[in-house]
């Protein structure tokens, strides 16, 4: 047989084998992780409901695990991924931001949806901060992650807007990491060194109840109008290696979403049960009929932080449109 007959015959081969292989296997197991605060309402769901697991079975992936983890900040959480001990995190717009723009090339971290729209508040017990500018070396600013949070990425937007450009770094030493359970605790006590909580629902809502505590700051000011807080990640790898899974997950989402909206005391209960909250159901409810607040899966002012993070040189790399941060699924929607 001559040489080009035999390579042929061997390619042949190759393909025929190639062909008879099984597809490649999608995982077994599924690690979601979380942070604190109602925000993450939909996630908390898709956990007591095991949605997840419903949409994965109906797609032909039986018995997928899930396994939940909560985290204290983005930072911790991108950390997480890029180590494969995460699939998907559950985070604000800045963390996922910083991700995006650091893994172009490589990892390819994007978001499969957003989470909801949700004004932010700096909240403080000092009664001479009526504004940011009257924060002293004296006061602590508490948030979930210094320079890279939303809360954090806000507060340099506001600093710029008080005291002028280039100094959005201002407040930046006063600026603490810190979980939003203990920094409400810490706020509330009135015998810490935090003066400032930059947080997020329920906790700004809880302290604001308490004699003495105000509110300094609201994002929504910051941003010009309703902004999304959080938003859903993974990587490129993970996506395309595990159609079935991430689908089943966008799938769970959007149930999720849609029982919140349309259910708000059965959504309320959840909440609770999964965090142990002593709120009442009503004071959960109200929070969620507050119509500054919104469950959606529809990117909102992304745009905003995106183009501040990359003037202000804290990434490097910036998308033309806001679909290049998000995975297909998600670009068809009226985003921004």
């Given at each position: 047989m001559k040489p080009y007959t035999l390579l042929a015959a061997a390619a042949v081969a190759m393909?025929?084998?190639?062909?008879?292989?099984?597809?490649a296997a999608e995982v077994s197991e599924l690690k979601v992780a979380r942070q604190y605060g109602i925000s993450y309402l939909p996630i908390m769901i898709m956990e007591d409901q095991k949605l997840i697991e419903k949409a994965a079975a109906a797609a032909g992936v039986p018995n997928l695990k899930v396994t939940w983890a909560q985290f204290a900040g983005g930072n911790v959480m991108n950390d997480a991924l890029l180590s494969d001990s995460l699939d998907f995190a559950a985070g604000g717009v800045g963390p996922f931001v910083t991700l995006w723009a650091?893994?172009?090339?490589?990892?390819?971290?994007?978001?499969?949806?957003a989470l909801n729209s949700m004004p932010l508040y700096l909240n403080s017990n000092n009664p001479k901060v009526k504004t940011i500018k009257d924060f002293?070396?004296?006061?602590?600013?508490?948030l979930p992650a210094v320079k890279v949070s939303i809360q954090a990425v806000t507060l340099q937007m506001a600093a710029e807007q008080a005291f002028g450009p280039g100094q959005q770094n201002k407040l930046d030493h006063l600026t603490v990491?810190?979980?939003h359970p203990?920094?409400?605790?810490?706020?509330?006590?009135?015998?810490?060194?935090?003066?400032?909580?930059?947080?997020?629902?329920?906790?700004?809502?809880?302290?604001?109840?308490?004699?003495?505590?105000?509110?300094?700051?609201?994002?929504?000011?910051?941003?010009?109008?309703?902004?999304?807080?959080?938003?859903?990640w993974t990587s490129s790898k993970f996506h395309d290696n595990n159609p079935?899974?991430?689908?089943?997950?966008?799938?769970?989402?959007?149930?999720?979403?849609?029982?919140?909206n349309n259910d708000r005391h059965a959504a309320a209960e959840?909440?609770?049960r999964m965090t142990k909250d002593k709120s009442s159901v009503d004071d959960i409810v109200k929070m969620l009929e507050d119509p500054t607040m919104k469950f959606t899966t529809t990117?909102?002012?992304?745009?905003?932080?995106?183009?501040?993070?990359?003037?202000?040189?804290?990434?490097k790399a910036k998308p033309a449109s806001w679909k290049e941060m998000f995975f297909p699924n998600i670009q068809s929607l009226p985003g921004s």
């Open positions: 393909i025929t084998v190639a062909g008879a292989l099984p597809a650091k893994t172009r090339g490589n990892y390819n971290v994007k978001a499969a949806a002293t070396d004296n006061d602590k600013i508490a990491s810190m979980s203990d920094a409400q605790i810490a706020l509330m006590s009135g015998s810490s060194e935090i003066t400032g909580h930059f947080t997020s629902p329920p906790f700004q809502f809880n302290e604001l109840k308490k004699p003495g505590i105000h509110r300094v700051l609201n994002s929504y000011d910051v941003l010009g109008g309703p902004a999304t807080f959080n938003v859903v079935k899974v991430y689908a089943a997950f966008v799938k769970a989402l959007d149930e999720a979403e849609a029982m919140v959840t909440y609770l990117p909102n002012n992304t745009m905003k932080y995106v183009d501040f993070m990359y003037k202000v040189g804290s990434i």
